[in-house]
């Protein structure tokens, strides 16, 4: 069993940065993939970014990269989303998720993950 919880949501107007952070407890942090995902009203959820469990390997969908960063700190549990240069298309509730089991460390489709979040909530003014 693996408990995630974020923080770090808030409202932020065009251009500017938030750091989206996601502690985990209940397993061995270091062996399993991490992701963040977004839903905006009425759509659906959709892959953020991607990273393997050493943080040597990240994926990021088109529209987030040159502007988010994610990264871990195993020694702390937690997995991280820089966002920068935020649009106000990046408005959703943001979810962390955890990937433990299947082949490949990465998938950008939700079903693949094993564990959520309760989400946190980013609102970019324009």
């Known amino acids: 069993q693996v408990q995630l919880v974020e923080s770090g949501g808030g409202l932020v107007q065009t251009g500017g940065s938030l750091r989206l952070s996601c502690a985990a407890s209940g397993r061995t942090f270091s062996s399993y993939a991490m992701a963040w995902f977004r839903q905006a009203p009425g759509k659906e959820r959709e892959a953020v970014a991607g990273?393997?469990?050493?943080?040597?390997?990240?994926s990021y969908a088109d529209s987030v990269k040159g502007r988010f960063t994610i990264s871990r700190d195993n020694a702390k549990n937690t997995v991280y989303l820089r966002m920068n240069s935020l649009k106000p298309e990046d408005t959703a509730v943001y979810y962390c998720?955890?990937?433990?089991?299947?082949?490949?460390?990465?998938?950008?489709?939700?079903?693949?993950?094993?564990?959520w979040g309760q989400g946190t909530q980013v609102t970019v003014s324009s």
């Open positions: 998720a955890a990937k433990l089991y299947g082949g490949s460390w990465y998938s950008d489709t939700n079903v693949a993950y094993d564990y």
């Open positions: 990273i393997n469990w050493s943080g040597g390997s990240t």
